[in-house]
Nanobody, 116 residues
Framework: VQLVESGGGMVQPGGSLRLSCAAS????????MSWVRQAPGKGPEWVSG????????YYGDSVKGRFTITRDNAANTLTLQMNSLKPEDTALYYC??????????WGQGTQVTVSS
């Protein structure tokens, strides 16, 4: 199983970023997927999830209405569109297989920094 995140960077408050995760080594279309983040000095925070067939999407309260999770099962790709970014969104963002606390595999992460 390999999960490789990309798309992180530095952005000003109110800005947008789009994260991507390239999945390989397993049948991507069979698994629910999630994004998880970890801010400096804090524990992991589950951010968003999507069912295997994209029928259902789930969001943490802190990102609801600002982030959108999607997937392309033909391309084995998971994405997270992040709008209206806030300084408290600053964290290392991970792509993970599974939902909520049932996360079997994680990627290496991509850094998102929101600062003026």
């Amino acid at each position: 199983v390999q999960l490789v995140e990309s798309g992180g960077g530095m952005v000003q408050p109110g800005g947008s970023l789009r994260l991507s995760c390239a999945a390989s080594g397993f049948t991507f279309s069979n698994y629910d997927m999630s994004w998880v983040r970890q801010a400096p000095g804090k524990g992991p925070e589950w951010v968003s999830g999507i069912s295997a067939s994209s029928v259902r999407t789930y969001y943490g309260d802190s990102v609801k209405g600002r982030f959108t999770i999607t997937r392309d099962n033909a391309a084995n790709t998971l994405t997270l569109q992040m709008n209206s970014l806030k300084p408290e969104d600053t964290a290392l963002y991970y792509c993970a297989r599974g939902l909520y606390s049932d996360l079997g595999y994680w990627g290496q992460g991509t850094q998102v920094t929101v600062s003026s």
